[in-house]
């Protein structure tokens, strides 16, 4: 369990500022004057209903959305404007009947050796070396279709962190791991930010473990409704007009 929440200081570290970033499509507003301060080392997690526009900032923090606005990435006092972005998609669905394996997985986004070739031993050792990041040296010849949602977002989360990112941007994470998963996987992000100095941002619907892992929560909805440390956000009055409900629950 996480007992150290970053101060909020950047030093000399690397941190992500988001100035008045918006999107739109036609002529729908998906976002608005959303200002967001990520420090190195932090876990920020966003956090709205449906609709609100959590995957769309995603997207554009990625490059993949246009966007008006400043996302500007500084480190060591320098601004870089393509830091290393590890990224984790929102649940990708695999056929349990797909005869792919996670060492075919790994092979086909690292290698130019076509899968069905095997793995070489060097490039074996290579996907070893990413799954014990996440502890998940035992998941290598498993099917992708026929991992569990905690397996499966370990085997992803593994492919995000080759190589080492800046920052690990994670979509719903949690979404399709049961309760004593989404205890195991917050320990191994909060692990994983601690030893690598890296920044996560990630949404979720779960509520209930922000208190003990994050550092930052930011509740989005169109435009930011209310940014703090988990606590503040959970018992805001912002909060319970969104979700009609008080420090994560009803």
């Known amino acids: 369990m996480n007992l150290h929440h970053h101060d909020g200081s950047c030093g000399h570290s690397c941190c992500l500022r988001v100035e008045n970033l918006s999107v739109t499509l036609g002529a729908d507003t998906i976002l608005s004057h959303i200002n967001l301060h990520v420090h190195?080392?932090?876990?920020?997690?966003?956090?709205?209903?449906?609709?609100?526009?959590?995957?769309?900032?995603?997207?554009?923090?990625?490059?993949?959305?246009?966007?008006?606005?400043?996302?500007?990435?500084?480190?060591?006092?320098?601004r870089s404007k393509k830091p290393r972005i590890g990224y984790v998609p929102q649940s990708p669905a695999f056929d349990p009947s797909d005869p792919v394996s996670v060492s075919d997985l790994f092979a086909c986004c690292m290698s130019k050796r076509p899968a069905f070739l095997g793995l070489g031993s060097a490039m074996r050792r290579t996907v070893l070396d990413c799954l014990e990041r996440v502890h998940g040296q035992d998941?290598?010849?498993?099917?992708?279709g026929t991992l569990s949602g905690g397996e499966l977002q370990r085997v992803l989360l593994a492919l995000a962190l080759e190589p080492l990112p800046n920052i690990l941007i994670l979509d719903e994470p949690l979404s399709g791991v049961d309760v004593e998963g989404m205890e195991t996987l917050m320990d191994?992000?909060?692990?994983?930010?601690?030893?690598?100095?890296?920044?996560?941002?990630?949404?979720t619907h779960d509520f209930s473990l922000l208190p003990r892992y994050a550092d930052q929560v930011v509740l989005i909805d169109r435009t930011v409704r209310r940014q703090g440390k988990p606590a503040e956000v959970l018992d805001s009055p912002e909060f319970h007009q969104v979700f009609h409900m008080r420090g994560g629950s009803v």
Do not use: H, W
């Open 40 to 78: 190195c080392g932090q876990m920020v997690a966003l956090i709205g209903p449906n609709g609100a526009g959590k995957s769309t900032f995603l997207k554009a923090v990625l490059g993949q959305r246009e966007y008006s606005g400043v996302i500007a990435f500084s480190e060591a006092g320098q």
């Open 139 to 144: 998941l290598i010849d498993k099917r992708v």
């Open 188 to 203: 191994m992000l909060d692990e994983i930010r601690r030893e690598y100095d890296l920044s996560i941002l990630m949404t």
